[in-house]
């Protein structure tokens, strides 16, 4: 119990030191207009108060990532701790700041816009094409995992749930953000915090024991370890609530909210380190609620590597049966709230690369029924494939965003290596996961880290150059 209160007051703390560290290395200005106030359209860009925007951004990150996540990552031992805490405090929050700030500087664009600004037109046709398909896929995997639950609780048919979600993801995607979005979310997330605080509570309160991270415990506790290497398995199986790309597509919807620059720390990495102990929180209870990693490990196989049910039994258990809708209203709640974002962003990505105006009915019409075309067929494929491709997918586009961060700081400031580094180990990560995966390559283990590894550094070789002429010729 002694790691976990650690491990939150670790994140606590680094949200106003390494938080305002990072606001002064990037220079928000209280004075400078936002898009919400010089785009103002009554539709996208509209202007919302902080605790409106914070409960929305932490909504919209949220969904199944930091529950189910952190469920398959508490498989692993205590190590999913130190990955958490360091992964979200000095990349994950990095990311998202850096993805909802950049996005205020450039009118409120879509992160496929800003990468192509600062990487090329290539890499930004690239991330048109890779953001769209992602965003498909969370809200195919925010669908079919939010049914799942709601056919456990109602016994509805699932048919009839996955439409009904649809039917709600249609509204929310092109309805003006301050009519549906702006006015239940802030209730759900609430929801998903109480939530939280009630599993801590009855956790503390209930004797149950949380591995400690002691010497004997850093090792690697999945019951198929050689298969499953903490590195870079556990780094990809734990996305949000460490480091997710998925959040690089949420931050612009609220970029196009925030009234002022200064409040982007309050909003991005605040909401980061949130979520980030709403994952620490799951993980916790995922390895002491059965007794152990090796039994998690038990339950987890006979729940078909679905977390679904897992979170069913430690709701109703520890919370009774009012505690127990309210979590699950939360878990519900989050996971829907991310997915009509999700294609909300898809919708404006799409717009934004064919300069098509959102302003009317009929135009938002023409680029959501497309999307939701490809989604229903994507609901057909197995839930267990989808989520993997996501959780790979998912760290990639995070790749593109922390580089792209690094070269905007060393062209504007010279200052980067805050990002820098977080660019370089998510590089190394996603190629060695790639080549090591059974969804990939499924490489000798040797090959895969020295190839993921060399990758990331010269990839740092040739940022460091590239940026180092570009920046000497901006100053000669």
């Known amino acids: 119990m002694i790691t976990f209160f650690i491990c939150i007051a670790v994140l606590v703390a680094a949200y106003f030191i390494y938080g305002g560290f990072i606001e002064k290395q990037f220079g928000a200005d209280p004075d400078r207009p936002t898009p919400a106030i010089t785009q103002h359209d009554g539709v996208d860009f509209v202007p919302l108060s902080n605790a409106r925007i914070f409960l929305i951004q932490f909504l919209n990150i949220a969904g199944l990532g930091p529950i189910f996540g952190a469920i398959a990552g508490a498989l692993w031992g205590p190590v999913a701790f130190i990955w958490i805490v360091l992964g979200c405090i000095f990349i994950g929050s990095v990311h998202d700041y850096f993805s909802g700030m950049l996005s205020i500087r450039h009118k409120g664009a879509s992160i496929p816009e800003i990468v192509g600004m600062y990487l090329g037109n290539g890499t930004k046709n690239f991330m048109r094409v890779f953001a769209v398909g992602l965003l498909i896929i969370v809200g195919v995997v925010f669908v079919k995992g939010p049914a799942a639950i709601l056919q456990g609780i109602t016994g509805v048919d699932v048919t009839i749930l996955v439409i009904g979600i649809f039917v709600y993801y249609l509204l929310a995607t092109m309805i003006p953000i301050d009519k549906l979005i702006g ?24 004797g149950y024991k949380i591995p400690e991270l002691v010497p004997g415990n850093l090792v690697n506790m999945h019951s198929e370890s050689s298969s499953f290497p903490i590195f870079p398995l556990l780094f990809i199986t734990i996305a949000c609530g460490a480091v997710s790309g998925f959040h690089s597509t949420q931050s612009p919807l609220m970029a196009r909210c925030l009234p002022n620059e200064k409040d982007g720390k309050k909003i991005f990495f605040g909401a980061m380190i949130t979520e980030g102990i709403v994952a620490l929180i799951w993980a916790a209870i995922a390895m002491a609620f059965f007794g152990g990693v090796s039994d998690l490990g038990v339950s987890f196989a006979e729940a078909k590597n679905n977390a679904a049910p897992i979170v069913n039994e430690i709701c109703n258990s520890l919370l009774g049966k009012v505690g127990g809708i309210l979590a699950l209203i939360g878990v519900v709640a989050a996971p829907i709230t991310s997915g009509d974002t999700a294609f909300r962003s898809a919708r404006l990505t799409i717009a934004d690369s064919f300069k098509i105006k959102q302003g009317k009915l009929i135009q938002r019409l023409y680029v959501t029924v497309p999307i939701f075309l490809v989604a229903i067929i994507l609901t057909q494929v197995d839930f267990g494939i989808v989520w993997r491709y996501f959780g790979w997918a998912n760290q990639t586009l995070s790749v593109f965003v922390l580089w792209t961060a690094a070269v905007y700081m060393r062209k504007t400031t010279g200052k980067y290596w805050f990002v820098l580094i977080p660019a370089v180990f998510m590089t190394s990560v996603v190629i060695s996961y790639i ?12 090959i895969s880290y020295s190839v993921g590894i060399a990758s990331g550094l010269l990839g740092m070789g040739f940022y460091l150059y590239s940026t180092g002429k570009a920046r000497l010729a901006l100053t000669e």
Not at 435 to 446: K, T, V
């Open 435 to 446: 080549l090591i995966a059974p969804e990939g390559f499924q490489l000798d283990q040797n």
């Open 183 to 206: 006015r239940i979310y802030p209730v759900f997330g609430l929801s998903l915090l109480i939530m939280a605080v009630g599993i801590t509570v009855t956790m503390v309160f209930g």
